[in-house]
């Protein structure tokens, strides 16, 4: 059997983590007692858990309760990305446990009265287009706003966009105009789309992209990077030299597979199936059916509506639960009564027919 195997590197007093076959290659997760007596202690079971991962990683560190540190978390942080956890998901973690400790420490007497550094899990905010020169803002909106129509001698391949991804440019276009402020530049200076793609602003812009990627490929940096392209490109026209700059970073931060990944392609799939697809069509008639044809109710509506959803592709189960609150329930008795009894009517005319 597979198992994960945990080793402590002397020199560092890092934990390292390796596949292996069986325990004797390496040492097998197992918290110190004075970690079992803590997590025991934990009410909350969530809480619990993410307690007992943390014990496991600063026992066989030879760490106790009473020494955890901040510096400590952050090792954990960094062993839960070697274990195979991506950046965000292992910050995500890391918050967690902290939050775990934090509550343990404020209610619990004989827990180490330790209080850890919560980290922040949000990006900074993007600069607002009012804190820009109005220059950046309208050669900015002429970018987005492009009509698509070219003249004879046009060699631009650029297309008109709808006004959801003009949004959406415009959004990207500010982050990577705050990543330039957050390097020292003063917004002021920040005239128009070109002061982007100066080699300065370049090497700023895609390196740190490339830095928060981990130096790995990455669909969200990716697209910022071919969208900084596209403006060195089409809209500055920069020196083929200076452009083969921007493309060779593209390249580095384009996904291996575009699209959507095999799992979903696969979960997708099984709504193609002729027999699926069936039920899906008689999905609003089984549960008008099973409905109390005497006593329509509001929430008969909302269960309708999510069936004939289904079918439509506009909503699901789920989204109408996660929208609709008590209040938002009675508002929809007016606007969906009429509905239930007319489709509760043809019901009957088709049983009856």
Not at 117 to 124: A, E, H, Y
Not at 321 to 340: C, E, F, P, V
Request: proline residues 5%.
């Amino acid at each position: 059997m597979i198992m994960i195997v945990y080793t402590v590197d002397k020199e560092s007093d890092m934990l390292e983590v390796s596949a292996g076959n069986n325990a004797e290659n390496g040492i097998k997760p197992k918290l110190s007692q004075a970690w079992t007596g803590h997590t025991a202690s934990v009410r909350n079971r969530y809480d619990r858990s993410f307690i007992n991962q943390f014990g496991v990683h600063c026992s066989i560190c030879g760490i106790e309760p009473d020494q955890v540190t901040d510096e400590v978390m952050a090792r954990f942080e960094i062993l839960a990305v070697k274990d195979g956890r991506t950046p965000s998901r292992a910050k995500q973690l890391r918050r967690d446990v902290t939050n775990a400790w934090n509550k343990q420490s404020e209610t619990q007497p004989d827990w180490p009265p330790i209080k850890l550094t919560l980290v922040n899990s949000r990006p900074p905010a993007s600069v607002s287009i009012a804190d820009l020169p109005r220059s950046f803002g309208n050669d900015l909106e002429l970018f987005v706003g492009r009509s698509g129509r070219k003249n004879l001698f046009d060699t631009t391949s650029l297309k008109a966009l709808s006004l959801v991804s003009q949004y959406d440019r415009r959004q990207k276009i500010l982050l990577m105009v705050t990543i330039l402020i957050q390097s020292g530049v003063d917004p002021r200076s920040i005239k128009g789309l070109r002061d982007l793609v100066t080699p300065e602003a370049r090497v700023t812009i895609l390196g740190t992209l490339w830095q928060r990627s981990s130096e790995a490929a990455n669909a969200h940096f990716y697209n910022l990077a071919r969208i900084l392209t596209q403006i060195a490109k089409h809209w500055v026209k920069v020196p083929e030299d200076e452009l083969a700059m921007f493309k060779a970073a593209e390249a580095r931060l384009r996904p291996a597979k575009a699209g959507m990944t095999s799992k979903n392609e696969a979960r997708l799939r099984v709504l193609t199936a002729p027999a699926n697809i069936r039920k899906l069509v008689g999905l609003p008639q089984q549960v008008i059916g099973n409905l109390d044809q005497s006593r329509p109710s509001v929430l008969d509506a909302v269960e309708i509506q999510s069936a004939t959803g289904a079918i439509l592709g506009h909503t699901d189960h789920t989204i109408v639960q996660k929208h609709y609150n008590q209040s938002q329930m009675i508002h929809a008795s007016r606007r969906h009564y009429q509905t239930i009894c007319e489709l509760l009517e043809l019901s009957a005319s088709d049983a009856a027919a």
